[in-house]
């Protein structure tokens, strides 16, 4: 088997800032296995919030390819995963890379879909179409970002607040984007009685959920929210693995998976079995990644509720596509084999 691994700069098309901060390039590794002609492609995107970088990324690389190579099976995605894991129990970044890019190459040597592979189907209505964020700016700008965003056939946003002006901002959202559906996503900004009160006043504006209302390192909060908020509450930062959901799983309606916190397509799916099996809904969501990330997490559609896959559209130019997306909708039928990624 050839290996090989690369960091790209993405440019993103405008700066994009959460209550953490603003963000204008990223850094993705991506990885390229090939075997017998055929090449699977997966990526990383590594968070700081996390504990990883590119450069954390491409260090561990190389102890993760090996345990491909130790298996001998590239299709043997499991025992992958499990020799993954014990090289690194966390850095789960960098092994979505890898489980990522095995899944691209089994159903290119296979000349399958990765979702078929998966036993699942590209029916557009078994399939949640995507959200379009709308990062923190000034209020005028957000209000015509979403404008924007609902006039190119996106009719989902999820808007970002932790300011001392969400109201403001939500109205003017609102007002921009009178039929659109609406998430919320505070990404940790709120203290639990506030979040409560904000709660309460984003009914009025008939927002659909709240992600991530407090911080992760306060369950107690969480479970605060999650009993007096009169909408459904999404768990992202205090969600990772399917080893977090039974201790979430009392204090949020909705779990918010992302295969760069799992550490790929493989153990999300065990994360989505547990999240179902204590009555819990799923989303999937992304950090700001590549298509050669965004199309290995797009094969599992049809098994969530919710999408919020928009990572490569926020980027100015993307090296790598993907599953094509219209209206939001992302066209698994249109993955011939794979995950449907291939280098422009």
Known sequence: MNVTFERVELALEVPFRISRGTTATTENVVVTLE???KTGYG???PSTHYGETAATVEALLPELLAAVDAVGDPHARREVADRMQSIARDNPAAKAAVDIALWDLAGKRLDQSAYRLLGLSPDADNCPATSFTIGLDETAAMAERAREAVDAGYPILKMKLGTDRDLEIVEAIRAAAPAATIRVDANE???PKEAVRNCRTLER???????QPVAAEDPEGLRHVYERSPLPIAADES??????VPRIADRCDIVNLKMMKTGGVTPAIELIHAARAHGLEVMCGCMIETNAAIAGAAQ???LFDYADLDGSLLLE????????VTAGRFDLGAVEAGTGVRPR
Not at 239 to 244: E, G, M, Q, W
Not at 317 to 324: E, F, Q, S
């Open 35 to 37: 075997v017998d002609g």
């Open 43 to 45: 990526a990383a995107a």
């Open 189 to 191: 900004a709120w203290r």
């Open 205 to 211: 504006f008939g927002v659909e959920f709240v992600e």
């Open 239 to 244: 969600c990772l693995t399917a080893a977090d």
């Open 300 to 302: 599992l559609l049809p």
């Open 317 to 324: 130019d993307d090296p790598y596509a993907g599953v094509p």
